[in-house]
Nanobody
Framework: QVQLVESGGGLVQAGGSLRLSCTASGRTKNTMAWFRQPPGKEREFVAVMNYVGGSNVADSMKGRFTVSRGNAKNTLNLQMNSLKPEDTAVYYC??????????????????WGQGTQVTVSS
């Protein structure tokens, strides 16, 4: 079993940056991803990185968001630059048992964190 704890959310002005981190305890040989849920909208894929370093970022966020994992592979980071008001959402960390996946499908992930709020003011 794995537990996920997110950190790093907060309030930032448009054009600013934030770095989110997700720390996994328990099973760490996995694929980890970030999703977000804007107010009144469905959850959407943000970025993923698997255990061997394969990664993907949603097209609408490429060039602004970067995903990485710590050396111990139990931390997933999301560097968010040039933030826009439409990036306002609750950001969730998720984990899958797969080692090599880069899936963007929420149903493929069996463990979720509690979420961290990111608010971008205009």
């Amino acid at each position: 079993q794995v537990q996920l704890v997110e950190s790093g959310g907060g309030l930032v002005q448009a054009g600013g940056s934030l770095r989110l981190s997700c720390t996994a305890s328990g099973r760490t040989k996995n694929t980890m991803a970030w999703f977000r849920q804007p107010p009144g909208k469905e959850r959407e894929f943000v970025a993923v990185m698997n255990y061997v370093g394969g990664s993907n970022v949603a097209d609408s966020m490429k060039g602004r968001f970067t995903v990485s994992r710590g050396n111990a592979k139990n931390t997933l980071n999301l560097q968010m630059n040039s933030l826009k008001p439409e990036d306002t959402a609750v950001y969730y960390c998720a984990a899958s048992r797969a080692y090599y996946s880069t899936t963007s499908v929420p149903g493929s992930y069996d463990t979720w964190g509690q979420g961290t709020q990111v608010t971008v003011s205009s």
